[in-house]
């Protein structure tokens, strides 16, 4: 092995020795993705059961980004068939992981920043409610108010930053911030340069999915109280010819048909603050379209925003015509 990438593994080993789940208490699979984490899966993961390990540039299995549903069914289906704890992820480069429950069911990853920030602080710090400076944590624009809450729940500072690493980092690096996630699948740490390793999320996200499973609880159970809370679109992508334009129907239907507005921010697209909730809509940094998050307390209301802001980006008649009343639903 090139002495490089072991010390890269005896580095990972001893920043996460604690927390690796014992092969007697947690039983889960890793997919790599015939990608780059191939090279150590066996070294950092030996208690998986380990798929599309042979490194291999074509991709032959699937597509090495989780983020498509396609690309994840051949773990989810492990994990379900095999009936395990749960199921990791990696992209093509391993920068980014990614997680399905023990039902195989996909867990969005802004979800688990407060899982990673747990873990983290738990191996390189404790956390002192007592100081008057509270820890801070990252994430992007586009994170769920319940992860939000969670990371305040445990006494963190959550700093929001626009979307992608080339953000995220020199943000972590600046305010002093511990770790941090983005919706995308990318978690940073201050002990890794600033920088974002799927490996070390992977190893401390299992870790806290060991501890669950000794106290009696499934993965899914472990994230109720983050992912139960709220109604959650997922990002959606439009592709539309004039994107300002958009963005402009967005914002003026909002103002006319959603509650009334609580607070704003703009540093990457626009998220809107609501009592109920909020939505966040922007341009891609890489891609041609225009995304929209809605995420609300409530399933039906969750429908009924979302289909009055995708009228507006679409710029359809409003079939029917109808107006939210102060509790964001229809009058």
Known sequence: MDERLKSYIEWMKLRTSSFLPSPFSLRYAVDCSNG??????????????????TLDGTFPNHSPN???????????????????????????????????????????????IPIVAR????????????????LKIIHDVRTSRGAIEELRR???????????????????????????????????????FGCDSGVLAALRILGEVAKAKAEGKTFSEMMRPISGVYANSGEMNFKVEDKDAAIARVLKTAKKKLPQELSRSEIDGIRIEYTEGWINIRKSNTEPYLRLIVECDAEDRLAQWTDILKRAINDEDERPSFRCGASGLPD
Do not use: W
């Not at 780059?36 to 390990?53: Q, T």
């Not at 690309?71 to 399905?100: N, P, S, T, Y």
């Open 66 to 112: 989780p983020l498509k549903a396609e690309a994840r069914e051949q773990i989810a289906a492990l994990v379900r068939e095999q009936k395990l704890d749960c199921g990791v992820i990696f992209d093509g480069d391993a920068d980014r992981c990614m997680f399905v429950d023990e039902k195989g069911d996909f867990v969005q990853p802004d979800y688990l």
């Open 154 to 192: 445990m006494g963190c500072e959550p700093v929001m930053v626009p979307v992608g690493h080339a953000f995220a980092k020199p943000t972590l690096r600046k305010v002093g911030a511990v770790c941090g996630g983005e919706l995308a699948g990318h978690y940073y740490f201050s002990e890794f």
């Open 36 to 53: 780059m984490s191939s090279i150590l899966v066996h070294e950092l993961f030996p208690d998986a059961i380990v798929i599309n390990d």
């Open 119 to 134: 873990a983290t602080l738990s191996t390189s710090q404790p956390l002192d409610l007592s100081t008057s400076q509270p």
